[in-house]
């Protein structure tokens, strides 16, 4: 079973501290990996799509790379705007394009 | 150009009940997927649509059905509503193979 599994739960950051985000995954054959920004009571901004090991995408102070079992959202000199709850999804090869998400991460910028 | 737009935005039922939520996708979009967000969970999958056909099901209970109508809009319909539906539930539009974008989402709170 395809499964997703993010860490932190919450992180608090102050304006300028640099991070990263983790996303650790198990997959039948990966399609692709996508990252999504989703403020209170919206719903999911696209950020990024990943497609295989070795790959790396960047976004004004955002950069998504991934591995094998993980992928990582660093996070460089973060401003208060940058708050937020960050989910990872992957879809499989196999099938239609569901996608399976992770439980995501608060991201709280402080200034 | 209108992006995915729900409708209603909010919606209070009472247990027993049945409710149905509407989805327009974005402009050029022909797939329509919907899912269920708990508060502080990632979405999770429900259904997917395409050619006025459901494509693929999550492991959702058959109180949950919908429907693609020819312009590409769609319905989610829930029966006998339960404590547990209260959830944000979420549409997203794609082309066929290609990037989820999602709109703002139903709230549905069950009492």
């Known amino acids: 079973e395809d499964q997703v599994t993010q860490s932190p739960e919450a992180l608090r950051l102050q304006e300028g501290e640099s991070s990263s985000l983790n996303c650790s995954y198990t997959?039948?054959?990966?399609?692709?990996l996508f990252w999504y920004r989703q403020d209170p009571g919206k719903g999911p901004e696209f950020l990024f799509t990943l497609y295989s090991a070795g790959e790396e995408k960047e976004k004004e102070r955002l950069k998504a790379t991934i591995t094998k079992k993980e992928s990582f959202l660093h996070i460089t000199a973060p401003k208060p705007e940058d708050s937020a709850t960050y989910l990872c999804?992957?879809?499989?090869?196999?099938?239609?394009?569901?996608?399976?998400f992770g439980q995501g991460t608060r991201l709280t910028i402080n200034p | 150009d209108a992006g995915v737009t729900q409708s209603p935005t909010h919606l209070i039922k009472t247990r027993g009940q049945q409710v149905t939520l509407r989805c327009s996708p974005k402009s050029g979009h022909d797939t329509v997927s919907w899912y269920q967000q708990a508060l502080g969970q990632g979405p999770q999958f429900i259904f997917q649509?395409?050619?006025?056909?459901?494509?693929q099901r999550g492991n959702f209970p058959d109180r949950f059905s919908g429907h693609q109508f020819p312009n590409y809009s769609s319905e989610l319909n829930v029966n006998a509503l339960l404590l547990g539906d209260s959830a944000l539930y979420l549409c997203?539009?794609?082309?066929?193979?290609?990037?989820?974008?999602f709109g703002n989402g139903t709230r549905l709170t069950v009492t």
């Open positions: 649509y395409y050619e006025e056909e459901e494509r």
């Open positions: 999804a992957v879809q499989a090869r196999q099938g239609a394009q569901k996608l399976v």
């Open positions: 997959v039948s054959g990966l399609r692709g």
């Open positions: 997203a539009s794609s082309v066929r193979g290609g990037t989820l974008h």
